[in-house]
């Protein structure tokens, strides 16, 4: 039975973890995996992850079943970060395996409801939303959305697609720090996606990975908020991997917002019916990291200002990329290396320009030229920067 297996293609971004472990090369730059890296190249466990673990050792009784669910307490308290105030009583929720766990249970809960539903992803998207749709044979189209000469959004053509999406469609959109772009929506623009799916009457499916990573933990939050207040039902996939640091522990949460109690609780049944059928129970752990420091003022503050920390090293070197290619090429024709916003930016470079930087540099970034800022640090970015021009980009 096995042997009747077919090889499948292995995920270009982690592949690229191992050619670069390969690489023999002092001085080598690893912009691949969305990991976030300090100036030292090292992803340390957050403060008040750590201190939240203590206390979980310290005080933890059992670690007999939650429920299919996931820990009520978890869930509130994601909700309250994600949401604040906005959508209280409207809220279905189960914590799930990771981010991708959510996106997964996201397009399960759709396919229960509607087999036929098409699902619209920007174009180009995270790999394993494609990955994953094409697995379902989930029917899917795609919308244009980054615009390869500013690389912001193509805005116009974006809501143009939206516009053509037909009532009880899906739309996936990135909430902030769109992953591979950097690109994001204004706020004016989010206001006028929002309008659009009120036309349409089709549901947004938001991916929120990176929530603190862009402007803020508040303010990342906004479009998504703004969407749940004016639309009857909307879908957030969140992952606590980025923000929290707890890429392994595989902590996300699926929430389904609804215009009535009894959709809610339809809503609340089918999420963990299909938890049930996966995995039954939600891994804990993650989740109790992130709820002991959600409900603990201090543990928050602490993880608040380090995620500031983050967001601020990113910006940083953000900026300090496109200055030396401005010093470097005279233009300013970078910028938006500035203005992008996440861990990622798409520099616009061609396969063959990205393979050149590897192999003269020892630079990995993803194929598509996108590159994890976080893998920079202040004595890399003059490296970077010089092989982007000798590259041709
Ligand atoms: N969505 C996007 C856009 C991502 O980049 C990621 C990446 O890590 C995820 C979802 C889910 O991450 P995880 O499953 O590790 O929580
Ligand atoms: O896009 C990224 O790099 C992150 C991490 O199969 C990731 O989202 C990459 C590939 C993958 C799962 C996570």
């Known amino acids: 039975m096995l042997g009747n297996l077919k090889p499948q293609a292995a ?51 059992t670690k007999a079943y939650t429920s299919l669910a996931g820990d009520p307490e978890y869930r509130d308290a994601m909700q309250q970060m994600v949401l604040g105030d906005t959508a209280s009583g409207r809220v279905a929720s189960v914590a799930t395996v990771g981010g991708t766990g ?24 995270w790999p394993n939303h494609l990955s994953i749709l094409n697995f379902m044979g989930q029917a899917h189209e795609m919308y244009p959305y980054f615009d390869n000469d500013t690389r912001g959004v193509a805005f116009e053509a974006m809501l143009d697609a939206l516009g053509r999406a037909k009532k009880g469609d899906v739309v996936l959109l990135h909430g902030c720090c769109h992953n591979p772009t950097g690109a994001n929506p204004t706020a004016a623009q989010w206001d006028e996606i929002a309008g659009v799916l009120e036309k349409t009457g089709a549901i947004p499916l ?3 990975a990176y929530q603190g990573f862009g402007d803020g933990i508040e303010a990342d939050a906004q479009p998504t908020r703004m969407i749940a207040e004016r639309l009857p039902e909307v879908l957030i996939a969140a992952s606590c991997s980025k ?3 707890i890429y392994r522990e595989r902590t996300g949460i699926l929430m389904a917002l609804s215009d009535s109690d009894k959709t809610r609780d339809l809503a609340q049944g089918a999420m963990a019916y299909l938890n049930r059928q ?24 602490d993880w608040q200002q380090e995620v500031e920390e983050i967001r601020q090293t990113l910006l940083s070197l953000r900026e300090q990329l496109a ?38 540099a020892g630079i990995y970034m993803v194929g598509d030229s996108r590159l994890n ?6 004595d890399s970015v003059p490296v970077l920067a010089r092989a982007i021009v000798e590259a041709g980009v």
């Open 102 to 125: 959510a996106i997964r249970q996201a397009l399960e809960l759709v396919r229960l409801a509607n087999p036929d539903t098409v699902i619209h992803v920007s174009d180009p998207t």
């Open 206 to 208: 938001i991916d929120l």
């Open 278 to 301: 996966n995995y039954s129970f939600p891994p804990d752990h993650g989740a109790r990291i992130v709820s002991t420091i959600l409900t603990d003022a201090e543990l928050k503050a």
């Open 323 to 360: 200055q030396e290619l401005r010093d470097l090429t005279g233009t300013d024709r970078f910028d938006f290396i500035a203005r992008h916003r996440g861990m990622f930016s798409r520099l616009g470079a061609t396969p063959e320009q990205v393979a050149a930087m590897r192999q003269m």
């Open 243 to 245: 923000n929290f640091g």
């Open 11 to 61: 995920d270009k971004i982690l592949s690229l973890m191992a050619d670069f472990k390969a690489d023999t090369r002092q001085g080598k730059i690893d912009l691949g995996v969305g990991v976030y890296k300090d100036p030292n190249g090292l992803t340390p466990v957050m403060r008040a992850v750590k201190a939240a673990e203590q206390r979980i050792w310290e005080n933890q009784a």
């Open 373 to 378: 800022i976080a893998g920079l640090n202040r």
